[in-house]
């Protein structure tokens, strides 16, 4: 009899439906203060928060096993959280695996409807991030490479082009140099950013850093992470929840930088401000705190146990750029044909207005895919001279660059159809010449002739 309301209570629970937490946060206690995760120095009993957040996550869960716009932070952060044995409660795999469903079918309608409502950056790295979160490739979504996209669309926003870095890095994709550059300088001239877009570049950072031909960057994490470290405020925090959490994530394990922050303070100020119902303000936010919380956070991707050997998949990385059956079967010899739009624009208001589709073996040089344009149509012809670095071209359809007017062909790698109506800004510019641009499956060039 005595029993009874417990049992009923911890069913509930597992249910995600109980609204006693005082009753919850005890019967789980004895089995938390056996934990081995814990070092020593760490406040003890940070756990009630964690499984009353959890808890609280797991009610928010709607009938469409998702968390409306939450769904990709929900369901990162339950996927990584489950890697602590501590964590509970817990959903079952079922369930996680109806949520894992819900999330593909978001990316799904996200990628149908990105013609009416543009995919931004750090949406796309979401969904790419509980991809990886949850072992599926992003690379391979059913045929769409949303790392791919995201690269394409170098973002403005530094605090952006970081989060998609780390998705893409966390998704074992190739990052370009000039994205490491660029991440490099956010980190070296720190003082002058915000601290999420500092604890997100260092998160970034530090997940190429694992891959070992960049691993000669990781001495360059030090200041930043120090400089970072010291921005913590008197009340424990780092401004507010978020970046707290965010930061914490940044500074995880990092010995560099241990002296110069108080962890338990951290945890205090994030504790303190949980709501009585164990949530964090929203979903969103409770999913940024868990992952501060535990041992798995954002910078924990990359590393994860998805089954393959880590040899296995460091080869997948070599040959990055090779189509899925290339890397299922291993064959080689076998070259995918891919498709790609070619258009022209004449005029800074573009007057004129033509678009080819070309289909070529993946990674033919873009050069080459104008010389058969050419042939195709007589209105993509072109003009190039030839320089050590390779092809310049000057004219196209008839119109030669004119320096004295500023007036310039510019070529643009992009990830959609270009549209007069919306044209694309200058970030999109191809960040190379035509004969090291090669193609993929989804690439959308543009050469517009227009004043600079
Ligand atoms: C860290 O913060 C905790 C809680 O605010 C405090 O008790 C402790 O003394 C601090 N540690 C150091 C080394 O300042
Ligand atoms: C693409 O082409 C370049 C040079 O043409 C070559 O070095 C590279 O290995 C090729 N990559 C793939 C994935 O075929
Ligand atoms: C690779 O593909 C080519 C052409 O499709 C085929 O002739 C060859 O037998 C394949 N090799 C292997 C090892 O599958
Ligand atoms: C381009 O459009 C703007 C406004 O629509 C107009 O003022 C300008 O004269 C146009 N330029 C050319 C070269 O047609
Ligand atoms: C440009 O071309 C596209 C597709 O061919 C067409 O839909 C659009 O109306 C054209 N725009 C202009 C301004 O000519
Ligand atoms: C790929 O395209 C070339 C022409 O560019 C064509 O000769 C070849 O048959 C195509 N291969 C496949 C597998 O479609």
Redesign the pocket.
Known sequence: MVYLPLIVAISLVAFGYSQDIELQTSSYSPRLTTGSFRSTSETPDPDSTIQRALAWLITQRDVAWGWRNDTPKAVTALQLVSHDDFAAPLPTPVEMQLSSKELEIEIVILLWRHHEVPITPPKLAQYALALSALCHDPRQFHGHDLIGALQHHEAVHDLDFAYATLAACSSRAHVRKKQIRRLLDIANTAKDHNIDTVAMTILALRCIVKDHRHRNLQHSLRRPSISLARQQQPDGGFGNLYNTALTMQALHDMTEATSHWNKTAAKSYIESRQDPDGAFTDPGLTADVLLALTNHGLGSIRNLDCGKSDGEIENHVEIDGLTKSLSVHGNDSEI??VTITYTLWVGSNITENCTLAI???RNTSFYSVMQMAMELDPHFTFEASEWPNGHYVHTLAGYKEEPMGYNYWLLYRLPEVPDPSAPPANQLVAPVGVDDLLIDEGDHYLFWYKKL
Do not use: L, V
Request: aromatic residues 0%.
């Open positions: 995918r044909n289909t070529a073996p």
